[in-house]
T-cell receptor, first 112, second 112 residues
Framework: DAKTTQPNSMESNEEEPVHLPCNHS???????IHWYRQLPSQGPEYVIH???SNVNNRMASLAIAEDRKSSTLILHRATLRDAAVYYC?????????????FGKGTHLIIQP | NAGVTQTPKFQVLKTGQSMTLQCAQD?????MYWYRQDPGMGLRLIYY???????DKGEVPNGYNVSRLNKREFSLRLESAAPSQTSVYFC???????????FGQGTRLTVV
């Protein structure tokens, strides 16, 4: 399975933008880039996903490098409720085993 | 909509006991999944069901069995619980492998 690399933790201030990086140098053409987050004592929550173009939704933006070997999740204005572990996952739409492969993610700390 | 519902939320078992974790989704999703999450780790896939009537092993299937009872329900059974199965178990569902996944709130299982 294609893997991703994320920093273990990041810290940001409330009401400031947050850029969470992810490297996926072995990404294949059929891999979508998915982001999930997990708040304390909860199940993971879908944030956003994309294939090649940048994507925006009400929660965040996803910026994908032109060579697709890295991506950045952007929270435009962080709040205390955004403190969570953020997972960058490659989801293959091609053949092979189904399911999402979670790494350890990035623990995002938001300072008031 | 309730989304993905897991029961029970908490359970304590003695070594060697059996139990079944229940999962139901009301979103008419085709694919369903069982994950486990150990402290400080990401989620690991135990089993999945890409459609009603099919099940497949994930990364860590040993010691578990599953049943896709119908389109809504996907259960996970521990036949003879071991302390190594102490974990938080998450059920998830999605329309198909290319779409976003929705997770339940988890079952916290302790085997003593």
């Amino acid at each position: 399975d294609a893997k991703t690399t994320q920093p273990n933790s990041m810290e940001s201030n409330e009401e400031e933008p947050v850029h969470l990086p992810c490297n996926h140098s072995t990404i294949s053409g059929t891999d979508y880039i998915h982001w999930y987050r997990q708040l304390p004592s909860q199940g993971p929550e879908y944030v956003i996903h994309g294939l090649t173009s940048n994507v925006n939704n009400r929660m965040a933006s996803l910026a994908i490098a032109e060579d697709r070997k890295s991506s950045t999740l952007i929270l435009h204005r962080a709040t205390l409720r955004d403190a969570a572990v953020y997972y960058c996952i490659l989801n293959s739409s091609g053949g092979g085993a189904d399911g999402l492969t979670f790494g350890k993610g990035t623990h995002l700390i938001i300072q008031p | 909509n309730a989304g993905v519902t897991q029961t029970p939320k908490f359970q304590v078992l003695k070594t060697g006991q059996s139990m079944t974790l229940q999962c139901a989704q009301d979103m008419n999703h085709n694919s369903m999944y069982w994950y486990r999450q150990d402290p400080g780790m990401g989620l690991r896939l135990i089993y999945y069901s890409a459609s009603e009537g099919t099940t497949d092993k994930g990364e860590v299937p040993n010691g578990y069995n599953v049943s896709r009872l119908n389109k809504r329900e996907f259960s996970l059974r521990l036949e003879s619980a071991a302390p190594s199965q102490t974990s938080v178990y998450f059920c998830a569902s999605r329309v198909h492998r290319d779409t976003e996944a929705f997770f339940g709130q988890g079952t916290r299982l302790t085997v003593v």
